[in-house]
């Protein structure tokens, strides 16, 4: 369905069309024309789908912008995702010149502050700071008709539950409300019943839910051997912008160090880091300064990059909604996208589950062998050699050159060029990934506490996953083709996230003080140019 159809005005219109849409996703067809209805809408979308504009373009509609009170409350579990929903709703409604201010926590209150008293019509923002900000008088949301709840299942998980139901009691109870979750627990469905009225339920069907333009593999592999065959597939598939999905902060700490040891450009968040540091590692993914990113599933949700070519699920993620959730940050805005899951024998339940959800079934992936993965690295540097000789100015540096040829062998010193192009050696390096306890067992014929509501029996946070150490993987290639990688990056949540990210609600309440961080400091670059490689699929029985 094309937006013209949906009776959006022709400023909306405009902006749409500068963003360069045309069709509505299925969550915005089916939301907008119930939104301007006045209707109340629980919805059930994946981050990806365009729910953003599904609220935002509607509301846009119809604020008065002659009016200077707070008109419309957007609710955001993570500062990431209130500052990226503040950014497209300014977008969207630049050419009405509407107002929209974004608050959360870990940022300095008074300017904040200031900011309000220039009259937003829209606010965006975490439960904490807005808490704050009530029982302060600077956020008065007596004439608010439209209340959003985005992302309410991370809400629910971050233990903001009481702190909306405190939000919604400051509101008109003559207003409109939206709900937003990628799975319906039971305490989310209780939110709906007691807050909203008649809500019409839209809900995106699972084929929808993932896309033909990521390809997914598993590899079933004991907990202590996933890292260094994570490190082997980097090397063989060589992505451009990776992100590495896990369940907990430690495990975000842990690989984060271990990939920059081994001489990846690799960066990890959680909620315990400063919200300065957060956004700086952000903004360094985004614009590719950094190759991989490490995350849980809650810090993630802030992410919209369009050009991310894998993601990697370090951890098996213990609810499948939560599985779409992750691998939907690639195959995005028409680009190809790899998935690959790392599944331990006693996993294989969850993985079963997945493939219900989605109903795509998961390809086996052989890992590749060590020297599998040093030839692709040899390939690499070769290629980065071959265009750093075109693209260099010879005679500058002749002299010293032929003073080099006379001291050494030639094919000595190409190998030593070769040898600082790669990371053989730093693969060797020893890496350490504290054991932790594994997924609860399915019961029941693949029915498992862990997926009881898709969030009950996960909240605390199952853990799977062995320190590092030897291991002999049998091998292939495995690999997309092309372009410069060294990124790494997983996010530790899922749901055991859910106690893990906390620090970040701690902050958000308090709105302010910093939180110690594991992660930093410089990171090692590494380069290498694009090779065609193609994936080693073993024959499933």
């Known amino acids: 369905m094309k937006f013209t159809e949906l009776g959006l005005s022709d400023a909306l219109l405009k902006a749409i069309k500068r963003s360069g849409f045309e069709e509505a996703t299925p969550i915005q067809a089916e939301t907008i024309p119930l939104v301007l209805q006045g209707k109340d809408i629980i919805g059930q979308a994946q981050t990806g789908t365009g729910k953003t504009a599904a609220f935002s373009l509607p509301i846009l509609e119809k604020v008065d912008l002659h009016n200077p009170q707070i008109q419309a409350l957007v609710v955001s579990p993570t500062r990431e995702l209130a500052i990226q929903t503040q950014e497209e709703i300014f977008r969207l409604g630049k050419d009405e010149h509407a107002k929209v201010q974004v608050v959360y926590g870990g940022a300095d209150i008074r300017r904040q502050i200031n900011s309000l008293k220039s009259h937003p019509q829209i606010i965006v923002g975490t439960p904490g700071r807005l808490l704050d900000h009530i029982r302060r008088g600077t956020v008065k949301l007596d004439h608010v008709k439209t209340l959003v709840l985005d992302e309410a299942d991370e809400m629910l998980n971050m233990g903001f539950l009481d702190d909306i139901e405190d939000i919604i009691k400051q509101l008109p109870e003559d207003r409109q409300t939206l709900l937003f979750s990628a799975t319906m627990p039971p305490e989310i469905k209780r939110v709906g019943v007691q807050f909203m009225t008649d809500p019409q339920h839209v809900k995106i069907k699972a084929k929808e839910l993932t896309t033909d333009l990521v390809d997914q593999y598993y590899v079933k592999v004991k907990d202590f051997e996933k890292f260094d065959v994570m490190t082997r597939l980097f090397d063989v598939q060589s992505p451009d912008l990776t992100l590495v999905f896990t369940r907990t902060k430690r495990r975000v700490d842990e690989l984060t160090s271990g990939l920059q040891a081994r001489g990846y450009n690799a960066a990890g968040i959680h909620g315990d880091l400063t919200q300065k540091r957060r956004m700086q590692i952000l903004n360094e993914f985004k614009t590719g300064k950094l190759d991989i990113l490490v995350a849980t599933d809650v810090a993630a949700r802030g992410i919209d990059v369009n050009n991310i070519t894998h993601v990697y699920n370090f951890d098996i993620p213990q609810d499948p909604d939560s599985y779409v959730h992750r691998i939907g940050r690639t195959g995005r805005a028409g ?207």
Request: charged letters at 30%; aromatic letters at 2%.
């Open 335 to 541: 680009h190809h996208g790899v998935s690959l899951t790392f599944v331990a024998p006693s996993e294989m339940d969850y993985m079963r589950e997945i493939e219900k959800l989605t109903k795509v079934r998961l390809l086996p992936l052989k890992p590749p062998t060590d020297e599998e993965a040093l030839v692709s690295q040899l390939a690499n540097a070769k290629s980065t050699v071959e265009d750093l000789v075109k693209s260099t100015d010879t005679d500058k540096y002749s002299e010293v050159a032929k003073s080099l040829l006379e001291q050494y062998d030639t094919v000595d010193l190409v190998a030593a060029l070769l040898n600082d192009l790669t990371n053989d050696e730093s693969n060797q390096t020893p890496v350490k990934i504290t054991p932790e306890r594994p997924l609860p067992r399915h019961k029941g014929g693949g029915k498992s506490g862990g997926y009881r509501g898709g969030h009950g029996g996960s909240r605390g946070g199952s853990r799977g996953g062995r320190g590092g150490g030897d291991h002999r993987s049998g091998g292939s290639r495995g690999g997309r083709g092309g372009g410069d990688h060294r990124s790494s990056g997983s996010r530790g949540g899922s749901r055991g996230g859910s106690s893990s990210d906390r620090g970040g609600r701690s902050n958000d309440r308090r709105g302010g003080g910093d939180h110690r961080s594991n992660n930093g400091g410089n990171h090692k670059s590494h380069s290498a140019s694009s090779s065609n490689r193609s994936f080693t699929i073993r024959n499933k029985d």
